[in-house]
């Protein structure tokens, strides 16, 4: 069980945005920090918290986000639109730049 003021602290921690995401002195002065002697002393059990899983799913988000998709342009008079508006109206032609 991950009590909710945990969950807002290590989401505060983890913030994208680098100008929002806390210092040292404020973690210090969060309340899961504060009031680390009033929080509830419910351990973690492996069925709630299994190691191996979430280092499998670290490997694979690590695995998707080295992965680079290529994209192939084509020019813009290939595509399926300019040949048909070419067929279509044969007046206005593609420009080719």
């Known amino acids: 069980m991950v009590t909710t003021i945990l969950q807002d602290l290590i989401r505060k921690l983890l913030d994208v945005d680098a100008s929002r995401r806390l210092t040292a002195k404020q973690i ?14 419910a351990n973690l059990t492996n069925s709630a918290y299994n190691v191996e899983s979430v280092k499998g799913a670290l490997e694979q988000t690590y695995r998707a986000l080295a992965t680079t998709s290529t994209v192939s342009l084509r020019p813009v008079n ?4 300019a040949k048909r508006r ?12």
């Open 28 to 41: 210090l002065q969060h309340p899961w920090i504060t009031h680390r002697n009033s929080l509830p002393q």
């Open 78 to 81: 290939a595509s399926a639109l």
């Open 86 to 97: 070419l067929t279509q109206l044969p007046g206005l032609g593609v420009c080719s730049s």
